[in-house]
Structures are given as C-alpha cells and as structure tokens.
C-alpha cells in the first residue's frame, strides 16, 4: 500500500485536513480497489451526536441530514491515537458507501469485511492487513494533530430517564444514563434505525 502514499504531504496542521486527507487517501486506494465507491464526505473530530459520548467513537450522518447533501463524519476527540483514529474513520467511510441505508446490517457489514474490518458490525476493529496498511498510512500522514480529550472527571448522570429521539421515524424513549454507557450503539425500537439522539442537559 505504500506506493499509494507518495502524494501526500508530510505535514498536516489540524486535525480535520489530516482526517479529510486520510479519507481522500482511503477513497481512491482501499475502497477503490475493493470495487467501493465512496462519495465525497465532510470530516470532523467532533462528539457523535448519537448515543454516549463515552462509547460511540464515530458517526456518519446521512445526506438527508445535510443541508450541503453530504455525507457528515465525526471521529471522537477522545481518540489520540493516529491509528485508532484511521480505523474509526475506515468503518465511517464504510457507511458512507450506501449513505447509511443498510445501519450495520448486510451491505454495511459487506464493505467492511471487504476492506478488511473485523468483529462485531457495530464494533469493528481493523484486521491484519488493514491494520499494517493505516500504519503505513499514518506514517505518511504525520502526527495526528490532536491531543485526547478526556472525560474520566465528567459527571455522570444517574438515575435521570433521559430522553432518545430517532431522527428517522421520529420515535421518542427515555433510559437511564447507566444503559446509554453500556450499549456499543444505540438503535431506536420502534424502526431498528440507529440515527438517535440523545437529549443531554
């Protein structure tokens, strides 16, 4: 994979034009290869909006949410790590394919496996060789240029229901804090969808 590398510059000072620079690279190179067409997308290292900030480390909005019509990915600041970061950022872009249609289900869990994520749909990890690949890449790209962000001295709610909004079909539930932090992602009931909401105060 290295020789898919030489066009990108060694120094890259923030972090969204790092993660929109990987995303680019990952595009024309491992997607491509693997018969993946990935559309343009907008890069962010922001909170997902969906479900706890403690668990989910990546989101990747749909079009319809857009008003630019683009596929939006956030990759959690609570990632330092370069390599972590490019695998998170692998399985966002693995939504992207099919703009979010299928969730974690069927084509989702296709393109991954394609491009070489492995585990659990709703928690992939990379695989060997995609692992030794985003090394290589994160090589090239430089530092990541963004420092942890840490939630260990936060807060947590306890025993408040807080209020779940699905932006699809527009269901409402409530949970406690305690089951929002142990789901690995969060799904409305009512349409299996996992564009949520959660209502933070």
Request: proline share 5%; with cysteine; hydrophobic share 40%.
């Amino acid at each position: 994979m290295n020789n898919d590398h030489t066009s990108i510059r060694p120094a890259i000072a923030t972090r969204e034009e790092w993660l929109v620079t990987a995303a680019d690279h990952l595009r024309d190179g491992l997607f491509a290869r693997n018969g993946l067409a990935v559309p343009p997308v907008k890069v962010s290292c922001s909170w997902p909006g969906g479900g706890s900030a403690r668990k989910r480390i990546g989101e990747c909005w749909p079009t319809t949410f857009s008003a630019a019509k683009i596929n939006e990915i956030f990759i959690s600041p609570a990632l330092g790590d370069a390599v972590k970061a490019l695998d998170v950022l692998v399985h966002e872009l693995a939504h992207a394919v099919d703009d979010c249609a299928s969730g974690h289900k069927k084509a989702f869990v296709q393109a991954a496996r394609a491009v070489g994520l492995e585990g659990k749909p709703t928690a992939t990890h990379a695989g060997p060789v995609l692992l030794v690949a985003l090394q290589g890449l994160a090589a090239i790209l430089g530092p990541y240029p963004h420092s942890t962000l840490n939630l260990a001295g936060r807060k947590k709610q306890t025993t408040r229901m807080i209020k779940i909004e699905c932006d699809d079909c527009g269901g409402v539930y409530r949970t406690t804090r305690q089951w929002i932090d142990q789901a690995d992602a969060l799904t409305c009931p009512f349409c299996q969808s996992d564009h949520v909401r959660v209502e933070e105060k």
